[in-house]
C-alpha cells in the first residue's frame, strides 16, 4: 500500500520495552486525538495494553523477542512505515537487542522518524502532524 492509498496519510509504529509500556499507555491517552489521525501499528503485547487502555485502532505485530521488531522494520524498508515511537528502556539488557539495534538502524537508513524517549515522542507526533495538516 502507498502513502497514497492509505486513508489517514501516515502509517506510525508505536514500540515500548517493558518498563515503559506504562508511559507509552500515558502518552496516548494524552495524545489519542492526534493519534487516531494514523494507522497504527505496534508490536504485540504494546499493541494489546494500547488498544485495552485507550481503544485506539491498532494493528499488531509479533511481540519485539518474537519477531515484532523486524516485521516493523520490514515496513520502514518498504516505506510503508512514516515514522516511530519506541519508548526503549535504556538501564535493562534486553534478550533481543539485535533486533532493536537493527529497527533503529533501519530508521536511520531509510531517514524515518525515530522517537525514543517521551519528549522526543512529542516532537515527532507534533511533526508528523504538521505534515498531515499540510497536506490537507
Do not use: W, Y
Not at 494507522?39 to 518474537?66: M, N, V, Y
Request: net charge negative.
Amino acid at each position: 500500500m502507498t502513502t497514497l492509498e492509505r486513508v489517514s496519510g501516515m502509517r506510525l509504529a508505536l514500540i515500548a520495552h517493558d518498563e515503559k509500556k506504562p508511559d507509552l499507555i500515558s502518552f496516548a491517552e494524552e495524545r489519542k486525538a492526534d493519534l487516531e489521525r494514523f494507522e497504527l501499528i505496534a508490536t504485540g503485547t504494546t499493541g494489546q495494553r494500547l488498544i485495552d487502555a485507550t481503544g485506539l485502532d491498532i494493528e499488531r505485530k509479533q511481540s519485539g523477542p518474537l519477531g515484532g521488531d523486524m516485521q516493523i522494520g520490514a515496513e520502514i524498508a518498504g516505506e510503508t512505515c512514516d515514522g516511530v515511537i519506541f519508548l526503549r528502556d535504556p538501564l535493562t539488557a534486553q534478550p533481543h537487542e539485535p533486533d532493536i539495534s537493527a529497527l533503529l538502524r533501519i530508521c536511520d537508513v531509510h531517514q524515518t522518524p525515530l522517537a525514543t524517549n517521551l519528549a522526543s515522542a512529542d516532537a515527532v507526533l507534533d511533526e508528523l502532524v504538521e505534515q498531515l495538516d499540510g497536506d490537507a
